[in-house]
Protein backbone atom coordinates (compact mmCIF):
# COMPACT_ATOMS: atom_id res chain seq x y z
CA UNK A 1 0.00 0.00 0.00
CA UNK A 2 1.36 3.20 -0.93
CA UNK A 3 1.79 5.93 1.46
CA UNK A 4 -0.09 8.21 0.14
CA UNK A 5 -3.32 6.09 -0.07
CA UNK A 6 -4.47 6.39 3.11
CA UNK A 7 -8.32 7.36 3.68
CA UNK A 8 -9.83 10.96 2.25
CA UNK A 9 -6.28 11.79 1.28
CA UNK A 10 -6.42 11.18 -2.43
CA UNK A 11 -2.87 12.37 -3.02
CA UNK A 12 -3.66 16.10 -2.73
CA UNK A 13 -0.86 18.10 -2.64
CA UNK A 14 -0.58 19.46 1.01
CA UNK A 15 -1.38 23.25 1.75
CA UNK A 16 1.77 25.19 2.93
CA UNK A 17 0.55 28.21 4.65
CA UNK A 18 2.99 28.34 8.15
CA UNK A 19 0.50 26.47 10.72
CA UNK A 20 1.44 26.22 14.14
CA UNK A 21 1.76 22.66 14.44
CA UNK A 22 3.82 20.84 17.41
CA UNK A 23 4.78 17.26 18.18
CA UNK A 24 7.75 16.20 19.77
CA UNK A 25 8.57 12.73 19.98
CA UNK A 26 11.25 13.12 22.32
CA UNK A 27 8.40 14.25 25.31
CA UNK A 28 6.14 11.97 27.15
CA UNK A 29 3.62 14.14 26.28
CA UNK A 30 3.69 13.88 23.04
CA UNK A 31 4.71 9.83 23.16
CA UNK A 32 4.57 7.27 25.65
CA UNK A 33 4.40 3.45 25.70
CA UNK A 34 1.54 1.70 27.45
CA UNK A 35 1.90 -1.32 29.90
CA UNK A 36 -0.28 -3.48 27.10
CA UNK A 37 1.73 -3.10 24.42
CA UNK A 38 -0.12 0.15 22.95
CA UNK A 39 1.31 3.19 22.34
CA UNK A 40 0.00 7.07 22.52
CA UNK A 41 0.94 9.34 20.33
CA UNK A 42 -0.94 12.99 20.92
CA UNK A 43 -0.86 16.85 18.19
CA UNK A 44 -0.87 20.55 19.00
CA UNK A 45 -2.51 22.13 16.49
CA UNK A 46 -4.24 25.63 15.52
CA UNK A 47 -8.25 25.45 16.12
CA UNK A 48 -8.52 25.57 12.64
CA UNK A 49 -7.77 21.77 11.82
CA UNK A 50 -11.51 19.74 12.38
CA UNK A 51 -9.48 16.34 11.23
CA UNK A 52 -6.09 14.79 12.26
CA UNK A 53 -4.64 11.32 11.14
CA UNK A 54 -1.83 9.59 12.34
CA UNK A 55 -0.10 7.77 9.48
CA UNK A 56 2.36 5.30 10.28
CA UNK A 57 4.06 2.25 8.80
CA UNK A 58 4.77 -0.78 11.29
CA UNK A 59 5.21 -3.27 8.03
CA UNK A 60 1.71 -1.74 6.62
CA UNK A 61 0.65 1.61 6.12
CA UNK A 62 -2.17 2.80 8.46
CA UNK A 63 -4.58 5.51 8.90
CA UNK A 64 -5.50 6.44 12.11
CA UNK A 65 -8.12 8.70 12.79
CA UNK A 66 -7.12 11.26 15.84
CA UNK A 67 -9.46 12.33 18.56
CA UNK A 68 -9.65 15.30 19.48
CA UNK A 69 -9.22 15.39 23.84
CA UNK A 70 -8.78 18.90 24.23
CA UNK A 71 -8.88 22.66 23.07
CA UNK A 72 -8.64 26.20 24.41
CA UNK A 73 -9.20 29.39 22.16
CA UNK A 74 -5.70 28.86 20.81
CA UNK A 75 -4.95 25.27 20.35
CA UNK A 76 -6.27 22.11 19.73
CA UNK A 77 -5.09 18.86 20.73
CA UNK A 78 -5.33 15.33 19.17
CA UNK A 79 -4.68 11.81 20.13
CA UNK A 80 -4.23 8.34 19.14
CA UNK A 81 -3.40 5.16 20.84
CA UNK A 82 -2.27 2.29 18.36
CA UNK A 83 -0.89 -0.94 18.63
CA UNK A 84 2.21 -1.43 16.13
CA UNK A 85 2.89 -4.94 14.58
CA UNK A 86 6.31 -4.53 14.99
CA UNK A 87 8.51 -2.46 17.71
CA UNK A 88 10.21 -0.10 15.51
CA UNK A 89 7.59 2.14 13.36
CA UNK A 90 7.73 5.63 11.05
CA UNK A 91 4.59 7.96 11.00
CA UNK A 92 4.18 11.45 10.16
CA UNK A 93 0.02 13.57 10.44
CA UNK A 94 -2.20 14.39 7.71
CA UNK A 95 -5.03 16.95 8.90
CA UNK A 96 -8.16 18.51 7.38
CA UNK A 97 -8.63 22.13 7.71
CA UNK A 98 -12.27 24.23 8.36
CA UNK A 99 -12.04 24.84 4.45
CA UNK A 100 -11.27 21.15 3.51
CA UNK A 101 -7.69 21.60 3.04
CA UNK A 102 -5.08 19.22 3.34
CA UNK A 103 -2.29 19.60 5.45
CA UNK A 104 0.76 17.10 6.06
CA UNK A 105 3.27 17.76 8.75
CA UNK A 106 6.15 15.40 9.70
CA UNK A 107 9.55 15.77 11.12
CA UNK A 108 10.51 17.95 8.75
CA UNK A 109 7.35 20.12 9.40
CA UNK A 110 4.43 21.45 7.23
CA UNK A 111 5.30 20.18 3.66
CA UNK A 112 3.09 19.14 0.10
CA UNK A 113 3.96 15.36 0.87
CA UNK A 114 5.72 13.46 2.99
CA UNK A 115 8.59 11.64 1.90
CA UNK A 116 10.17 8.35 3.82
CA UNK A 117 13.02 10.54 5.67
CA UNK A 118 10.92 13.40 6.66
CA UNK A 119 8.77 10.65 8.77
CA UNK A 120 9.23 10.70 12.68
CA UNK A 121 10.97 7.20 13.52
CA UNK A 122 10.12 5.35 16.60
CA UNK A 123 11.78 2.45 18.43
CA UNK A 124 9.58 1.09 21.05
CA UNK A 125 11.69 -1.46 22.55
CA UNK A 126 14.17 2.01 23.89
CA UNK A 127 10.87 3.31 25.02
CA UNK A 128 9.63 1.22 28.16
CA UNK A 129 6.20 2.01 29.43
CA UNK A 130 5.86 4.84 31.20
CA UNK A 131 4.15 3.70 35.30
CA UNK A 132 3.30 5.96 38.36
CA UNK A 133 2.16 4.39 41.08
CA UNK A 134 -1.88 3.46 40.68
CA UNK A 135 -2.07 4.46 44.27
CA UNK A 136 -1.12 7.54 44.11
CA UNK A 137 -3.43 8.03 40.92
CA UNK A 138 -5.80 11.23 42.52
CA UNK A 139 -4.50 10.23 45.84
CA UNK A 140 -5.63 13.22 48.44
CA UNK A 141 -1.92 14.07 49.78
CA UNK A 142 -1.87 15.94 53.40
CA UNK A 143 1.13 17.95 54.13
CA UNK A 144 2.51 18.72 57.38
CA UNK A 145 5.36 20.75 58.81
CA UNK A 146 6.28 18.47 62.24
CA UNK A 147 7.63 20.90 64.31
CA UNK A 148 3.90 22.81 64.36
CA UNK A 149 1.46 19.93 63.60
CA UNK A 150 1.37 18.42 67.22
CA UNK A 151 2.82 18.02 70.00
CA UNK A 152 2.61 14.28 71.13
CA UNK A 153 5.61 14.03 73.63
CA UNK A 154 6.83 16.75 75.60
CA UNK A 155 9.51 14.47 77.12
CA UNK A 156 11.17 14.80 73.96
CA UNK A 157 11.00 18.94 73.51
CA UNK A 158 14.01 20.55 72.46
CA UNK A 159 15.63 23.23 75.15
CA UNK A 160 14.24 27.00 75.05
CA UNK A 161 10.73 25.61 73.77
CA UNK A 162 7.76 27.95 72.96
CA UNK A 163 4.09 27.57 73.99
CA UNK A 164 2.09 26.05 71.43
CA UNK A 165 0.55 28.79 69.44
CA UNK A 166 3.29 31.07 69.73
CA UNK A 167 3.76 33.53 67.08
CA UNK A 168 6.40 31.04 65.13
CA UNK A 169 9.96 32.39 64.62
CA UNK A 170 12.78 31.28 62.45
CA UNK A 171 14.74 29.96 65.01
CA UNK A 172 12.47 28.84 67.68
CA UNK A 173 10.63 25.44 68.37
CA UNK A 174 7.38 24.96 69.88
CA UNK A 175 7.48 20.51 70.05
CA UNK A 176 5.79 19.22 67.30
CA UNK A 177 6.40 15.26 66.53
CA UNK A 178 6.14 12.37 64.68
CA UNK A 179 4.39 11.14 68.20
CA UNK A 180 2.00 14.11 67.60
CA UNK A 181 0.63 13.27 63.84
CA UNK A 182 0.37 9.63 64.84
CA UNK A 183 -1.90 10.57 67.48
CA UNK A 184 -3.94 12.40 65.26
CA UNK A 185 -4.17 9.56 62.37
CA UNK A 186 -7.93 9.08 62.77
CA UNK A 187 -8.63 12.77 62.19
CA UNK A 188 -6.58 12.84 59.14
CA UNK A 189 -8.13 9.76 58.38
CA UNK A 190 -11.37 10.84 59.02
CA UNK A 191 -10.65 13.91 56.29
CA UNK A 192 -9.85 11.58 53.54
CA UNK A 193 -6.10 11.97 53.02
CA UNK A 194 -4.93 9.13 51.49
CA UNK A 195 -0.77 9.60 52.34
CA UNK A 196 0.87 12.39 54.18
CA UNK A 197 3.96 14.02 52.92
CA UNK A 198 6.15 14.88 56.17
CA UNK A 199 8.99 18.11 55.24
CA UNK A 200 12.34 16.48 56.56
CA UNK A 201 12.70 14.68 60.01
CA UNK A 202 16.25 13.38 59.89
CA UNK A 203 18.48 15.19 62.51
CA UNK A 204 19.26 18.60 62.17
CA UNK A 205 19.58 21.63 64.94
CA UNK A 206 17.13 23.66 62.66
CA UNK A 207 13.03 23.67 62.85
CA UNK A 208 12.81 22.86 59.37
CA UNK A 209 15.47 20.36 59.24
CA UNK A 210 15.97 20.81 55.51
CA UNK A 211 19.93 21.23 56.45
CA UNK A 212 20.23 17.46 57.83
CA UNK A 213 22.96 16.79 60.17
CA UNK A 214 22.42 12.76 60.17
CA UNK A 215 20.91 11.40 57.38
CA UNK A 216 20.23 8.25 58.85
CA UNK A 217 18.62 8.73 62.02
CA UNK A 218 14.89 10.72 62.97
CA UNK A 219 15.52 13.59 64.95
CA UNK A 220 15.32 12.87 68.81
CA UNK A 221 13.22 15.97 68.94
CA UNK A 222 10.74 14.44 66.25
CA UNK A 223 10.70 10.98 68.43
CA UNK A 224 13.78 9.62 66.97
CA UNK A 225 13.64 6.22 64.72
CA UNK A 226 11.34 4.42 66.74
CA UNK A 227 8.44 7.30 66.63
CA UNK A 228 8.85 6.76 62.89
CA UNK A 229 8.03 3.18 63.34
CA UNK A 230 5.29 3.38 65.08
CA UNK A 231 3.93 6.36 62.23
CA UNK A 232 3.87 4.33 59.30
CA UNK A 233 2.22 1.50 61.43
CA UNK A 234 -0.71 3.75 62.37
CA UNK A 235 -0.29 4.74 58.97
CA UNK A 236 -0.23 1.37 56.65
CA UNK A 237 -3.16 0.08 59.35
CA UNK A 238 -5.05 2.40 57.54
CA UNK A 239 -4.68 1.88 54.16
CA UNK A 240 -2.71 5.58 54.01
CA UNK A 241 1.07 6.04 52.66
CA UNK A 242 3.59 8.02 53.98
CA UNK A 243 6.26 9.96 51.75
CA UNK A 244 9.43 11.58 53.34
CA UNK A 245 11.13 14.84 52.77
CA UNK A 246 14.78 15.15 52.12
CA UNK A 247 17.65 17.45 50.35
CA UNK A 248 20.57 15.80 48.79
CA UNK A 249 21.57 19.16 47.41
CA UNK A 250 22.84 20.34 50.29
CA UNK A 251 23.31 19.00 54.46
CA UNK A 252 24.55 20.99 58.04
CA UNK A 253 28.22 21.70 58.40
CA UNK A 254 27.49 19.07 61.53
CA UNK A 255 27.29 16.45 58.57
CA UNK A 256 29.93 13.78 59.16
CA UNK A 257 31.53 14.49 55.65
CA UNK A 258 31.78 18.01 56.48
CA UNK A 259 33.09 17.54 59.75
CA UNK A 260 35.86 15.23 58.56
CA UNK A 261 36.67 18.21 56.05
CA UNK A 262 36.67 21.20 59.17
CA UNK A 263 39.58 18.93 60.74
CA UNK A 264 41.36 17.32 58.13
CA UNK A 265 41.16 20.10 55.91
CA UNK A 266 42.49 19.41 52.12
CA UNK A 267 43.76 15.38 53.53
CA UNK A 268 39.92 15.22 54.11
CA UNK A 269 38.78 11.63 52.15
CA UNK A 270 35.84 13.58 51.79
CA UNK A 271 37.06 16.94 49.74
CA UNK A 272 35.19 16.40 46.46
CA UNK A 273 32.01 15.64 48.47
CA UNK A 274 31.91 19.64 48.69
CA UNK A 275 33.21 22.47 46.81
CA UNK A 276 35.93 24.21 48.91
CA UNK A 277 37.73 27.88 47.27
CA UNK A 278 40.25 28.06 50.28
CA UNK A 279 41.21 26.04 53.56
CA UNK A 280 40.69 26.63 56.55
CA UNK A 281 37.04 26.19 56.37
CA UNK A 282 35.54 29.28 57.30
CA UNK A 283 32.37 31.70 57.38
CA UNK A 284 33.10 36.01 57.48
CA UNK A 285 29.76 37.73 57.97
CA UNK A 286 29.26 41.82 58.06
CA UNK A 287 26.74 42.21 60.92
CA UNK A 288 26.45 45.97 59.84
CA UNK A 289 25.65 44.69 56.08
CA UNK A 290 22.84 42.63 57.68
CA UNK A 291 19.96 41.42 55.03
CA UNK A 292 16.94 43.96 54.31
CA UNK A 293 14.62 40.75 56.40
CA UNK A 294 17.18 41.34 59.29
CA UNK A 295 15.53 44.30 61.36
CA UNK A 296 14.68 44.51 65.43
CA UNK A 297 14.23 41.27 66.47
CA UNK A 298 15.58 39.61 63.63
CA UNK A 299 18.69 41.30 63.36
CA UNK A 300 19.36 39.57 66.26
CA UNK A 301 18.48 36.11 65.14
CA UNK A 302 20.49 36.70 62.20
CA UNK A 303 23.33 37.27 63.99
CA UNK A 304 23.06 34.24 66.53
CA UNK A 305 22.41 32.07 63.58
CA UNK A 306 25.26 32.89 62.17
CA UNK A 307 27.28 32.28 65.37
CA UNK A 308 25.47 28.76 65.82
CA UNK A 309 27.84 27.58 63.65
CA UNK A 310 30.51 27.97 65.60
CA UNK A 311 28.95 24.78 67.66
CA UNK A 312 29.78 22.87 64.16
CA UNK A 313 33.74 23.46 64.32
CA UNK A 314 33.35 26.16 61.98
CA UNK A 315 35.73 29.22 62.09
CA UNK A 316 33.31 32.37 62.04
CA UNK A 317 34.88 35.85 61.36
CA UNK A 318 33.25 39.01 62.34
CA UNK A 319 34.46 41.40 59.90
CA UNK A 320 33.39 45.82 60.13
CA UNK A 321 34.74 46.13 56.73
CA UNK A 322 33.10 46.70 52.90
CA UNK A 323 32.37 43.58 51.22
CA UNK A 324 29.27 40.97 50.98
CA UNK A 325 27.34 40.09 53.84
CA UNK A 326 28.58 36.70 54.03
CA UNK A 327 31.31 34.99 52.55
CA UNK A 328 32.16 31.31 53.22
CA UNK A 329 35.43 29.36 51.77
CA UNK A 330 32.89 26.89 50.73
CA UNK A 331 30.31 26.40 48.41
CA UNK A 332 26.99 27.02 49.93
CA UNK A 333 23.72 26.62 48.50
CA UNK A 334 22.24 29.98 47.46
CA UNK A 335 24.57 31.49 50.09
CA UNK A 336 22.87 29.90 52.67
CA UNK A 337 26.24 29.74 55.17
CA UNK A 338 24.51 27.14 56.88
CA UNK A 339 23.79 24.87 53.73
CA UNK A 340 27.15 23.82 52.27
CA UNK A 341 26.70 22.65 49.06
CA UNK A 342 26.62 18.67 48.22
CA UNK A 343 28.76 17.45 45.13
CA UNK A 344 26.78 14.37 43.71
CA UNK A 345 29.22 14.32 40.86
CA UNK A 346 31.62 12.55 43.52
CA UNK A 347 30.60 8.86 42.70
CA UNK A 348 31.55 7.73 46.23
CA UNK A 349 29.23 10.57 47.29
CA UNK A 350 26.48 9.90 44.96
CA UNK A 351 26.99 6.13 46.23
CA UNK A 352 26.09 7.19 49.77
CA UNK A 353 22.80 8.58 49.29
CA UNK A 354 21.56 6.03 47.16
CA UNK A 355 22.01 3.70 49.88
CA UNK A 356 20.13 6.91 51.83
CA UNK A 357 17.65 6.60 49.44
CA UNK A 358 16.71 2.87 49.39
CA UNK A 359 17.61 2.62 53.63
CA UNK A 360 14.45 4.40 54.28
CA UNK A 361 12.04 2.72 51.58
CA UNK A 362 13.35 -0.91 52.96
CA UNK A 363 13.76 -0.84 56.55
CA UNK A 364 11.07 1.55 57.35
CA UNK A 365 8.48 0.70 54.44
CA UNK A 366 8.06 4.64 53.69
CA UNK A 367 6.10 4.79 50.26
CA UNK A 368 8.01 7.63 48.61
CA UNK A 369 9.97 10.53 48.71
CA UNK A 370 9.94 14.21 48.17
CA UNK A 371 12.89 15.40 46.82
CA UNK A 372 13.43 18.97 47.52
CA UNK A 373 15.59 21.58 44.77
CA UNK A 374 15.44 18.58 42.77
CA UNK A 375 17.04 20.66 39.60
CA UNK A 376 20.18 22.34 41.71
CA UNK A 377 21.40 18.58 41.66
CA UNK A 378 23.23 16.89 38.71
CA UNK A 379 20.59 16.06 36.30
CA UNK A 380 22.23 12.48 35.54
CA UNK A 381 21.95 11.69 39.56
CA UNK A 382 17.89 11.49 39.18
CA UNK A 383 17.77 8.20 36.70
CA UNK A 384 19.98 6.40 39.05
CA UNK A 385 17.53 7.35 41.92
CA UNK A 386 14.64 5.98 40.56
CA UNK A 387 16.44 2.73 39.70
CA UNK A 388 18.01 2.56 42.92
CA UNK A 389 14.53 3.28 44.68
CA UNK A 390 12.15 1.61 42.07
CA UNK A 391 14.24 -1.69 43.32
CA UNK A 392 13.42 -1.93 46.26
CA UNK A 393 9.96 -0.80 46.42
CA UNK A 394 8.75 -0.52 42.42
CA UNK A 395 5.30 1.25 43.81
CA UNK A 396 7.28 4.06 45.67
CA UNK A 397 5.83 7.57 44.69
CA UNK A 398 9.13 10.23 43.50
CA UNK A 399 7.70 13.91 43.69
CA UNK A 400 10.16 16.47 43.17
CA UNK A 401 9.91 20.06 44.06
CA UNK A 402 10.50 22.20 40.70
CA UNK A 403 8.82 25.41 40.32
CA UNK A 404 7.75 25.74 36.39
CA UNK A 405 7.54 23.83 33.76
CA UNK A 406 9.16 20.23 35.14
CA UNK A 407 9.22 18.34 31.60
CA UNK A 408 12.75 17.28 31.62
CA UNK A 409 12.45 15.32 35.42
CA UNK A 410 8.64 13.86 33.81
CA UNK A 411 9.86 11.58 31.58
CA UNK A 412 9.78 8.39 32.86
CA UNK A 413 13.19 8.05 33.88
CA UNK A 414 13.48 10.51 37.03
CA UNK A 415 10.27 11.61 38.70
CA UNK A 416 6.86 10.27 39.04
CA UNK A 417 4.93 13.91 39.69
CA UNK A 418 6.24 17.67 40.30
CA UNK A 419 5.27 20.12 43.08
CA UNK A 420 2.86 21.48 40.57
CA UNK A 421 2.80 25.12 41.01
CA UNK A 422 1.97 26.22 37.93
CA UNK A 423 -1.76 24.61 39.19
CA UNK A 424 -1.00 26.98 42.51
CA UNK A 425 -0.54 30.27 40.31
CA UNK A 426 -3.90 29.26 37.77
CA UNK A 427 -5.53 29.17 40.75
CA UNK A 428 -4.33 31.77 42.72
CA UNK A 429 -4.74 34.66 40.26
CA UNK A 430 -8.56 32.69 39.33
CA UNK A 431 -10.06 32.17 42.97
CA UNK A 432 -7.91 34.51 45.27
CA UNK A 433 -7.09 37.47 43.31
CA UNK A 434 -9.53 37.20 40.65
CA UNK A 435 -6.70 38.63 38.22
CA UNK A 436 -7.93 36.37 35.40
CA UNK A 437 -11.01 35.45 33.23
CA UNK A 438 -12.97 32.53 33.60
CA UNK A 439 -12.47 32.38 29.88
CA UNK A 440 -8.22 32.62 30.73
CA UNK A 441 -8.08 30.46 33.32
CA UNK A 442 -10.43 27.72 32.08
CA UNK A 443 -7.54 27.84 28.78
CA UNK A 444 -4.93 27.85 31.38
CA UNK A 445 -6.10 24.65 33.28
CA UNK A 446 -6.75 23.13 29.36
CA UNK A 447 -2.88 23.79 28.67
CA UNK A 448 -1.49 22.74 31.98
CA UNK A 449 -3.81 19.26 31.39
CA UNK A 450 -1.60 18.74 28.10
CA UNK A 451 1.71 19.84 29.40
CA UNK A 452 2.90 15.97 30.67
CA UNK A 453 1.94 12.49 30.16
CA UNK A 454 -1.25 11.31 31.52
CA UNK A 455 0.33 9.13 33.92
CA UNK A 456 2.43 12.21 35.41
CA UNK A 457 -0.95 14.43 35.44
CA UNK A 458 -2.95 11.56 37.24
CA UNK A 459 -0.25 12.14 40.38
CA UNK A 460 1.04 15.44 39.92
CA UNK A 461 1.05 16.84 43.81
CA UNK A 462 -2.07 19.86 42.68
CA UNK A 463 -0.80 22.54 46.21
CA UNK A 464 -2.22 25.55 47.32
CA UNK A 465 -0.29 26.26 49.97
CA UNK A 466 2.79 25.23 51.33
CA UNK A 467 6.09 25.73 53.97
CA UNK A 468 7.55 28.02 51.38
CA UNK A 469 5.00 30.13 50.44
CA UNK A 470 1.80 32.64 52.31
CA UNK A 471 -1.11 30.24 52.85
CA UNK A 472 -3.88 30.61 50.25
CA UNK A 473 -6.82 32.10 52.54
CA UNK A 474 -3.99 34.90 53.00
CA UNK A 475 -3.65 35.26 49.00
CA UNK A 476 -7.30 35.41 49.19
CA UNK A 477 -7.49 38.38 51.53
CA UNK A 478 -8.74 36.20 53.75
CA UNK A 479 -12.19 35.53 52.65
CA UNK A 480 -13.28 31.96 53.19
CA UNK A 481 -15.45 31.51 50.09
CA UNK A 482 -12.34 32.22 47.83
CA UNK A 483 -10.45 28.93 49.89
CA UNK A 484 -13.90 27.08 49.52
CA UNK A 485 -14.42 27.20 45.77
CA UNK A 486 -10.96 26.73 44.53
CA UNK A 487 -11.01 23.24 47.37
CA UNK A 488 -14.38 22.15 45.70
CA UNK A 489 -12.07 22.88 42.29
CA UNK A 490 -8.64 21.47 43.86
CA UNK A 491 -10.46 18.08 44.75
CA UNK A 492 -12.76 17.50 41.56
CA UNK A 493 -9.94 17.89 38.76
CA UNK A 494 -7.49 15.00 37.65
CA UNK A 495 -4.35 14.89 39.97
CA UNK A 496 -3.11 14.30 43.57
CA UNK A 497 -4.72 17.06 45.43
CA UNK A 498 -2.48 18.52 48.47
CA UNK A 499 -3.44 19.67 51.68
CA UNK A 500 -1.10 21.68 53.86
CA UNK A 501 -2.03 21.08 57.20
CA UNK A 502 -4.64 23.80 58.64
CA UNK A 503 -5.88 24.83 55.50
CA UNK A 504 -8.84 22.45 55.85
CA UNK A 505 -9.74 24.73 59.14
CA UNK A 506 -9.20 28.32 57.88
CA UNK A 507 -5.56 28.43 58.69
CA UNK A 508 -4.24 31.29 57.17
CA UNK A 509 -0.46 32.89 57.26
CA UNK A 510 2.32 34.94 55.57
CA UNK A 511 5.99 34.06 54.45
CA UNK A 512 7.96 31.67 55.90
CA UNK A 513 8.27 31.82 59.44
CA UNK A 514 4.16 32.56 59.59
CA UNK A 515 2.73 29.97 57.05
CA UNK A 516 4.45 27.71 59.81
CA UNK A 517 1.90 28.51 62.57
CA UNK A 518 0.66 25.90 65.11
CA UNK A 519 -2.34 23.68 64.49
CA UNK A 520 -4.60 24.90 66.97
CA UNK A 521 -5.99 21.87 68.63
CA UNK A 522 -6.53 23.37 71.88
CA UNK A 523 -9.13 25.79 70.28
CA UNK A 524 -11.53 24.03 68.31
CA UNK A 525 -13.57 27.01 68.06
CA UNK A 526 -11.60 28.82 65.69
CA UNK A 527 -11.71 26.05 63.27
CA UNK A 528 -13.71 27.04 59.78
CA UNK A 529 -16.07 24.00 60.23
CA UNK A 530 -18.01 24.59 56.66
CA UNK A 531 -14.17 24.14 54.89
CA UNK A 532 -13.42 21.24 57.29
CA UNK A 533 -16.59 19.57 56.21
CA UNK A 534 -16.57 20.72 52.60
CA UNK A 535 -13.26 18.78 52.42
CA UNK A 536 -14.72 15.61 54.28
CA UNK A 537 -17.79 15.44 51.93
CA UNK A 538 -15.55 15.78 48.71
CA UNK A 539 -13.03 13.31 49.97
CA UNK A 540 -15.90 11.00 50.59
CA UNK A 541 -17.26 11.72 47.45
CA UNK A 542 -13.67 11.30 45.88
CA UNK A 543 -13.57 7.35 46.87
CA UNK A 544 -16.81 6.76 45.97
CA UNK A 545 -17.24 7.84 42.48
CA UNK A 546 -13.99 6.80 40.66
CA UNK A 547 -14.59 9.47 37.89
CA UNK A 548 -13.42 11.83 40.37
CA UNK A 549 -10.60 10.18 41.36
CA UNK A 550 -9.71 8.98 38.10
CA UNK A 551 -11.32 10.12 35.15
CA UNK A 552 -11.04 12.38 32.03
CA UNK A 553 -11.70 15.90 32.23
CA UNK A 554 -13.35 17.76 30.01
CA UNK A 555 -14.85 21.54 29.75
CA UNK A 556 -17.87 21.61 28.77
CA UNK A 557 -19.06 25.18 29.42
CA UNK A 558 -17.70 28.82 29.97
CA UNK A 559 -19.17 32.11 30.87
CA UNK A 560 -18.91 35.22 32.33
CA UNK A 561 -17.80 34.27 36.00
CA UNK A 562 -18.83 30.56 35.87
CA UNK A 563 -18.21 27.14 33.98
CA UNK A 564 -18.70 23.87 33.92
CA UNK A 565 -16.55 20.87 33.42
CA UNK A 566 -17.02 17.04 33.37
CA UNK A 567 -15.37 14.12 34.95
CA UNK A 568 -15.69 10.61 32.71
CA UNK A 569 -14.45 7.03 33.55
CA UNK A 570 -15.86 4.29 32.01
CA UNK A 571 -20.31 4.87 32.16
CA UNK A 572 -19.80 7.12 35.43
CA UNK A 573 -19.98 10.99 34.25
CA UNK A 574 -20.24 13.98 36.72
CA UNK A 575 -20.81 17.29 35.73
CA UNK A 576 -18.64 19.77 38.02
CA UNK A 577 -20.19 24.01 38.05
CA UNK A 578 -18.42 26.43 39.60
CA UNK A 579 -19.87 30.00 40.11
CA UNK A 580 -17.22 32.92 41.20
CA UNK A 581 -19.41 35.56 40.71
CA UNK A 582 -21.35 37.36 43.39
CA UNK A 583 -24.93 36.72 41.57
CA UNK A 584 -26.99 33.63 40.76
CA UNK A 585 -26.35 31.98 37.07
CA UNK A 586 -27.89 29.48 34.97
CA UNK A 587 -25.77 27.08 33.30
CA UNK A 588 -27.24 25.26 30.41
CA UNK A 589 -24.74 21.94 29.65
CA UNK A 590 -24.53 20.45 26.21
CA UNK A 591 -24.57 16.71 27.67
CA UNK A 592 -26.42 13.55 27.64
CA UNK A 593 -28.62 12.20 30.64
CA UNK A 594 -31.92 10.93 31.71
CA UNK A 595 -31.43 10.99 35.19
CA UNK A 596 -29.12 13.42 36.61
CA UNK A 597 -28.17 12.66 40.60
CA UNK A 598 -26.94 15.50 42.60
CA UNK A 599 -24.04 14.62 44.61
CA UNK A 600 -23.01 17.93 45.87
CA UNK A 601 -24.71 21.75 46.68
CA UNK A 602 -27.62 23.07 45.74
CA UNK A 603 -29.27 23.99 42.44
CA UNK A 604 -32.82 23.20 40.42
CA UNK A 605 -32.15 21.42 37.07
CA UNK A 606 -34.46 20.65 33.68
CA UNK A 607 -33.10 18.61 31.08
CA UNK A 608 -33.63 19.22 27.48
CA UNK A 609 -32.66 16.73 24.78
CA UNK A 610 -28.64 16.53 24.68
CA UNK A 611 -28.69 19.96 27.60
CA UNK A 612 -28.68 19.90 31.30
CA UNK A 613 -29.69 23.15 32.80
CA UNK A 614 -28.80 24.35 36.24
CA UNK A 615 -30.76 26.99 37.23
CA UNK A 616 -29.61 29.39 40.29
CA UNK A 617 -26.51 28.24 41.03
CA UNK A 618 -25.72 30.84 44.15
CA UNK A 619 -22.46 33.71 44.12
CA UNK A 620 -19.64 31.84 45.01
CA UNK A 621 -21.37 28.16 45.20
CA UNK A 622 -20.45 24.87 43.26
CA UNK A 623 -22.65 21.78 42.08
CA UNK A 624 -21.65 17.97 41.67
CA UNK A 625 -24.02 16.09 39.18
CA UNK A 626 -24.02 12.38 38.39
CA UNK A 627 -24.96 12.26 34.61
Not at 66 to 76: F, K, V
Not at 154 to 162: C, E, I
Not at 383 to 401: G, M, S
Not at 430 to 459: E, K, W
Request: proline share 7%.
Amino acid sequence: MDWKEVKWFDEQVGYLYPYDLRHDADDAAYVSSLTDGRVRLRLKTEPIFTEAVLVYNDGAVHGEPMRLWGEDRRARWWEAVIRPERSQITYSFALRTADGRIVYFARSGVDHAVEPYDRWALDLSAKPPFETPDWAHGAVIYQIFPERFANGDQANDPPGVMPWGSPPKWLEYQGGDLPGITQHLNYLHDLGADALYLTPIFTSPSNHKYDAADFYHVDPAFGGDDALRALVAGLHAREMRLILDASFNHCHPGFFAFQDLIRNGPRSQYRDWFTVYDFPIRVAFRPHKAPAWAVGERRGEFVRWIRSLEEAGLQVEERADDGPTVETSYEAWYGVVSMPKINLNNPATRAYFLDVARYWLREFEVDGWRMDVARHVAPDFWPEFRAATKAVKPDCYLLAEIWGDASPWLQGDMFDATMNYTFRDLCLDYFARGALTTANFVDGVTRMQAMYAPPVTAVSHNLFSSHDTERFLRMAGEDPRRLRLATLFQLTIPGAPGIYYGDEIGMTGGFDPDCRRAFPWDTPETWDRETLALVRALTRLRKAHPALRHGAWQPVWSEGEAFAFVRERGDERILVALNRGREPVTISAPVETIAPQLLWGEVSMTIDTGELTLHNLGAWSSALIRL
